[in-house]
């Protein structure tokens, strides 16, 4: 997607506000930032092809502004974020930010865009300036990035930092507030303000490149002009089946960014079926025992909510807060820890509780992948249950909303508030965890030999004379032939011997 933020003193006539945004659109811009827009909204508000969404600052007047093109974005909501309490002497306002979020139309991806204007007269040689715009800048700074970490998913913030990122302290000091933002590359050539690189992004989860300097004919800022790309997540599971209950296409759900995991167990030996999807996690692992490994299918994209848990009416959400939903096939019931009617735990399900190192490093395997390619955590709940002191809503372990909402990493439905349901029970989370992290899993326990079956002493007497027989004609072979003549003579007495034995 290709972005534009133009900043300055918009001194300049709307004429010239006007060629600029013609030039940029023309040239398939998405998204077009603004800062002190305030005396060319009119000019702005002419070009239908992109939407407009304007915040507001403390005299209520607009100060920051971000058009987006209709065709493939759509504006999910507009927010006005207050940075700092603290009052910016030379504007005799307060610092703002305006946030938008969008959705792609074709993929129903969203990501969150801010337009910022930060105090100027605070670039000091090493550091920011000790003065009252600098105190305000520091505010300013810290509330914008409380702010942006709250936030899931992709992010960029763009806009005049009235900072040189050219320099060295500048980046160590945005390093310092956004540490995993990356900034824009210092590949384009010139200034946004005379020498001065002080208009650029900061991005989570969105590749900045191709950086370039443009003229801006309304401003006495020049445009920063950049490519931006959704860093692409693998949305299935590469050892998942995607095709035999995959239910998204009936149950869309909502777009989401994973960022913390719910485990279940089914209750069940075999692959649920989750009444057509309406009930259906994320993925489902089944034991294949004799393989000694998981089998896996899934049901929905990683960043799509599911649908295993219960959801109230107010409280809190469920299903749609970033979670990211397994089910284990098997048990957690200590009831069926040995035996389940005629099946056998280890043999024909597993109780999970005791659940062998190979499905614990199959498990492991995958949150590492969760890891990896969505960020979620390899942390998570400290507690896990036994069942059934793990059930019901009040049981001690059952999250706060406060507790859920924090949550970054795993729990076990037993954690989930709303919930009544107590699986997994007493998983070994701490040893998955383990496995996870690179430890060695033990591995599975060779089958023993079986003994073999005592010979009786009818079988131990006819071993002994053919042992004999043999002996005897292998040293007949060897003799003169007087003395073989001898020995083949008793060995046709041992073999006579041995056929008049008993059978049994």
């Known amino acids: 997607m290709k972005s534009l933020h133009a900043s300055g003193e918009w001194n300049r006539p709307d004429s010239g506000v006007r060629m600029g945004v013609e030039a940029w659109v023309a040239q398939g ?69 305006l946030h938008v979020i969008v959705e792609d139309r074709k993929t129903g991806q969203r990501h969150h865009r801010l337009v910022v204007h930060m105090p100027s007269g ?26 942006v970490d709250e936030l899931d998913g992709p992010v960029v913030i763009t806009g005049d930092w009235n900072l040189h990122l050219r ?169 069926h820890r040995t035996s389940w009617g005629k099946m056998r735990a280890g043999v024909d399900y597993i109780y999970w509780p005791d659940a062998p190192d190979w499905a614990l490093a199959a498990l492991a395997e995958f949150l590492r992948w969760c890891d990896t390619e969505h960020g979620i955590p390899l942390a998570g709940a400290q507690v896990w249950l036994v069942y059934p002191a793990s059930y019901g809503q009040s049981n001690p372990n059952r999250f706060t909303f406060a507790q859920w909402r924090a949550l970054k990493g795993w729990c076990g439905h037993q954690h989930v508030p709303e919930n009544d349901h107590g699986d997994p029970g007493n998983l070994d989370f701490a040893r998955v965890l383990e496995l996870a992290k690179g430890v060695t899993p033990t591995p599975p326990k060779p089958d023993p030999k079986p003994k073999p079956a005592k010979k009786s002493r009818v079988q131990q007497a006819r071993a002994g004379l053919t042992e004999a027989a043999a002996i005897l004609m292998a040293a007949a072979r060897a003799a003169r032939p007087g003395r073989a003549h001898a020995l083949k003579t008793e060995v046709r007495k041992i073999r006579e011997a041995r056929n008049n034995l008993p059978k049994k």
Not at 39 to 66: I, S, V
Request: hydrophobic share 35%; charged share 25%; with cysteine.
């Open 29 to 97: 811009a998405d998204f077009l930032s603004h800062t002190e827009v305030r005396l060319h909204l009119d000019a702005l508000k002419t070009f239908t092809t992109m939407r407009l969404c304007r915040g507001t600052g403390t005299d209520g007047q607009p100060e920051c502004a971000l058009q987006v093109r209709n065709d493939r974005w759509r504006v999910v909501s507009v927010e006005t974020v207050r940075l700092s309490t603290l009052v910016i002497p030379r504007r005799k306002a307060r610092c703002y930010a």
């Open 122 to 147: 605070v670039d000091g040689l090493r550091g920011l300036k000790n003065n009252a715009q600098g105190k305000v800048y520091r505010s300013a700074l810290v509330g914008l990035a409380a702010y």
């Open 167 to 335: 320099k060295k302290w500048v980046r160590a000091l945005l390093a310092k507030h956004f540490p995993d933002f990356a900034h824009t590359p210092l590949t384009a050539k010139g200034g946004t303000h005379g020498k001065r690189f002080i208009d650029f992004s900061l991005a989570r989860g969105i590749d900045l490149s191709d950086p370039r300097i443009v003229p801006n004919p309304a401003s006495d800022h020049r445009a920063l002009a950049e490519h931006q790309e959704i860093t692409v997540k693998d949305q299935t599971y590469p050892k998942a089946d995607t095709t035999t209950q995959w239910f998204q296409s009936r149950y869309p759900g909502s777009s989401m960014d994973a960022n913390c995991g719910v485990l279940h167990t089914t209750e069940s030996t075999d692959w649920p079926g989750y009444n057509g999807g309406a009930t259906a996690p994320n993925v489902t692992a089944k034991p294949n025992i004799p393989a000694k490994r998981l089998l896996w299918r899934q049901h929905f994209d990683m960043d799509r909510s599911s649908r295993a848990l219960q959801n109230d009416a107010g409280g809190v959400e469920t299903n749609t807060l970033n979670v990211a939903q397994v089910e284990l096939v098997g048990t957690c019931d200590p009831a």
